[in-house]
């Protein structure tokens, strides 16, 4: 079974550029995630869908992130105007339903540096 | 609001050694605590996963325990190998939550020859 796949690895920007990373969790899975894990510290949710409907956006910041799942598959984080405080990894991450206690299955992330 | 504490932050011990990290959470009502390893420039491997009604669970050289009144868990592993050096990085849901989690910041774990 494949796992979580998400794109680009790596990506290098400059302060104010926009950046856009791409996650298409395991087939089947409802529910997608999006964190951010800053160096030296534990992934922190930014948002997460179920299906193609937001659930849970309460610590996304609004006013440079945005992310949708059109279609409840796929899914797009974009950051627009990036910060230097934007550096970090972004992780995606799947699971069966919301209102389970399953597993969560992650993906290998994007590594973002912000210069 | 739930937050989750790992100690130590980093350990280093020779191979063979039997290792504990805890994990402490100060909401104990929680539906589960999950486990995870996370190896450099990776994502996160879900190791164990232990649900609210249960005590422990066990893979391989792992074990973890749960205490959800004292809001402790811990991961055991046992006869430590190299290749068991990563980041142990331990979550629990959201307050009322089910999958969103609260990650502790990990312990950095080195087992050297």
């Known amino acids: 079974e494949a796992g979580v796949a998400q794109s680009p690895r790596y990506k290098i920007i400059e302060k104010r550029q926009s950046v856009a990373f791409w996650c298409n969790p395991i087939s089947g899975h409802a529910t997608l995630y999006w964190y951010q894990q800053i160096l030296g510290q534990g992934p922190k949710l930014l948002i997460q869908f179920q299906n193609n409907g937001v659930v849970d956006d309460s610590q996304l910041p609004k006013d440079r992130f945005s992310a949708e799942r059109l279609k409840g598959v796929d899914s797009t984080l974009k950051i627009q105007p990036a910060k230097l405080e934007d550096s970090a990894v972004y992780l995606c991450a799947s699971s069966l339903i919301a209102y389970d206690t399953g597993e969560l299955f992650f993906g290998e992330g994007s590594r973002l540096t912000v210069l | 609001k739930q937050e989750v504490t790992q100690i130590p932050a980093a350990l280093s011990v020779p191979e063979g050694e039997n290792l504990v990290l805890n994990c402490s959470f100060t909401d104990s009502a929680i539906y589960n605590l999950q486990w995870f390893r996370q190896d450099p420039g990776k994502g996160l491997t879900s190791l164990l996963l232990?649900?609210?009604?249960?005590r422990e669970q066990t893979s391989g050289r792992l074990n973890a325990s749960l205490d959800k009144s004292s809001g402790r868990s811990t991961l055991y592993i046992a006869a430590s190998q190299p290749g068991d050096s990563a980041t142990y990085l331990c979550a629990v849901p959201f307050s009322g939550g089910y999958n969103k989690l609260i990650f502790g910041a990990g312990t950095r774990l080195a087992v050297h020859p």
């Open positions: 232990i649900q609210s009604s249960q």
